[in-house]
């Protein structure tokens, strides 16, 4: 087959990858796959189908010609291998790296976690983590690692020459997603003029409505479990993938979690201060307000 990826948002994670993927597959000239994710890259089972039967099950075989091929893998940009992977696949694939700033995105992320029931720490369990720089607890790696953007950028330049690589601030993103679509369809040389028809916040995370239901939707998201395999065997693959997503719906409660406490907040911005000034001096511009 002849498809490839001629984008691919790698991240990060909690800083807007989903709204910007439902933005930019508004465009006619833009094809995306069904679910949230297209994880081939980074799942190792997938990778070892194919890319070529990944590509159907995720996109569909009814894609035009001219059509230009957007992907999303919020995880993407801290998995060297996955990196590797999308190289060898395209190395003239264009990467869009959204950054938002390290401590709002970590507890964004950790309170994710708790409402799908993969956590029953505390926070300040990861600011602990982060304090001691205790690289080898999975708090680190999972929470505090996914906001040291200088270092996931240095990984992305060993295998992409920069003129593939565009870093956008969620922040700014946020603030006029507009601008930041028209700078990219003009990238993908496709019409910068198509105006946005649905904007909002996708993926918002909420308290969860049940503990045992956030529990059930944790069992059933294993990749072994037997009702799930039998899901996916019965159901067409759009059909499966509609149902995770309002299954996770119908358990948000539309309550949102506590704010993050001013002590674990300070303390977190103390760690990763250092670690904004070597991204900003990378990126060449002045470290934004609302990281400061």
């Not at 796959?33 to 039967?53: I, L, V």
């Not at 990984?155 to 700014?172: A, G």
């Not at 904004?276 to 934004?288: T, V």
Request: charged share 30%.
């Amino acid at each position: 087959m002849n498809e490839k990826i001629d984008l691919m948002i790698v991240g990060a994670q909690k800083a807007g990858t989903t709204s910007l993927k439902k933005y930019l597959e508004e465009h006619p000239s833009i094809c995306s796959h069904k679910e949230t994710e297209f994880a081939y890259f980074r799942s190792d089972s997938q990778y070892a189908n194919g890319f070529e039967k990944e590509f159907n099950n995720s996109f569909g075989r009814d894609i035009a010609n001219d059509s230009k091929i957007i992907a999303k893998s919020a995880g993407l940009y801290v998995t060297p291998k996955a990196i590797e992977r999308l190289h060898d696949h395209n190395p003239d694939c264009k990467i869009v790296f959204l950054i938002r700033e390290p401590v709002s995105r970590a507890y964004s992320s950790y309170c994710m976690e708790r409402f799908n029931g993969w956590l029953e720490n505390e926070f300040s369990d990861i600011v602990r983590v982060a304090k001691k720089k205790k690289a080898e607890d999975p708090l680190y790696t999972q929470f505090v690692n996914m906001g040291l953007y200088h270092l996931q950028l240095s990984n992305l330049l060993e295998h992409f020459s920069p003129d593939k690589i565009r870093v956008f601030v969620f922040e700014e993103f946020m603030k006029d997603p507009q601008k930041i679509c028209s700078e990219i369809y003009s990238w993908l040389n496709v019409d910068p003029n198509h105006q946005l028809q649905e904007k909002g916040i996708h993926n918002k995370t909420e308290k969860e409505r049940s503990k045992q239901l956030s529990m059930l939707s944790k069992s059933l998201r294993k990749p072994n479990n037997p009702i799930k395999r039998l899901l996916r065997w019965l159901l067409p693959y759009s059909w499966f993938v509609s149902l995770s997503d309002k299954f996770l719906e119908l358990n948000k409660s539309g309550k949102k979690f506590e704010a993050i406490s001013e002590t674990d907040k300070s303390a977190l911005k103390e760690f990763y201060s250092e670690h904004n000034q070597k991204l900003f001096k990378m990126l060449n511009r002045s470290i934004p307000e609302s990281w400061t």
